[in-house]
């Protein structure tokens, strides 16, 4: 969310906590677009500001993403112009 909002909306690192009292039920849920989708800033968010972030092909963005050895802050700092 943070590409695609040019910085309006800052990532966090995913953590969990375990609470040994309560039981606790998690869900994933995964949202990928198309073969050859754009990934980066949305338009209509750089019309009145520089963008941030590059914009590159899904492909290379899911390339950049396995490669990222789930590091944190990895991907939004890969993205930066």
Same mark, same amino acid.
């Given at each position: 969310m943070? &590409?695609?909002s %040019?910085?309006?909306?800052k990532s966090i690192e995913h953590r969990v906590v375990v %609470?040994?009292?309560k039981e606790r039920?998690? &869900?994933a849920s995964f949202h990928n677009p198309k073969t050859g989708a754009p990934i980066g800033p949305l338009p209509?968010?750089?019309?009145t500001n520089k963008p941030l972030f590059r914009t590159v092909p899904r492909e290379e963005?899911?390339?950049l993403k396995m490669s990222s050895k789930l590091d944190g802050k990895f991907m939004v700092n890969?993205?930066?112009l």
């Amino acid at each position: 969310m943070q &590409i695609m909002s %040019n910085g309006e909306y800052k990532s966090i690192e995913h953590r969990v906590v375990v %609470n040994p009292e309560k039981e606790r039920l998690s &869900i994933a849920s995964f949202h990928n677009p198309k073969t050859g989708a754009p990934i980066g800033p949305l338009p209509d968010l750089v019309k009145t500001n520089k963008p941030l972030f590059r914009t590159v092909p899904r492909e290379e963005f899911l390339r950049l993403k396995m490669s990222s050895k789930l590091d944190g802050k990895f991907m939004v700092n890969k993205m930066k112009l």
